[in-house]
């Protein structure tokens, strides 16, 4: 299962939505969200999935490369999995992003790099839980940017699809 980077030359402004694909039931929700914002503005949306690596294993060589080979095959497969959805909504395939660092950091270095990226929607654990680390460092008010600040978009991780179609 290969990721096809695309893409567009686009001469409008339109905003593209951008979600992190984690694999949780949040970042469905968020995808969503995302899907049917952008098919509503004439938006795009674009998927980032990270794969990182707890440190401690480098010195062991052959568990690290498999620990890396497997974190990468997970975030492949949560990209392509809200990929799919994506798909299903908005009837085009999504940009795909994969990459291999710390997930603060890929998100940064993706903004820099992409100015066409107008808004980040995360989608948050349902409350009374730990809300996720993005939006913890929202809430907590240590941000999430070091240069190109952008819109965050929070969807409750709760929301049904009827109530995120009303509400997108």
Known sequence: ???KQV??????????FLVIA??????RTAAYFA????????????????????GG???????????RAEAMEAAEAAVESLAEDVEGVMEV???LHLKEDDLVKALCDLLEADDDI?????????HGEDPGP???????????????RIPVTVVPGGLSKDAIKALA
């Open 35 to 54: 899907a049917r914002r952008a098919r509503k503005t004439g938006g795009s949306v674009a998927i980032l999935g990270v794969a990182t690596m707890e």
């Open 134 to 148: 993005l939006v913890e460092a929202l809430a907590s008010g240590k941000g999430l940017f070091a240069g190109r």
């Open 93 to 95: 395939r999504p940009e």
């Open 118 to 126: 107008a808004i980040l929607v995360l989608g948050a654990r349902p």
């Open 1 to 3: 299962m290969g990721l």
């Open 22 to 27: 984690d694999g949780s039931d949040e970042s």
């Open 57 to 67: 294993f480098e010195h062991w060589l052959g568990v690290g490369n498999a620990m």
């Open 7 to 16: 893409s567009f030359i686009c001469m409008t402004t339109a905003r593209k």
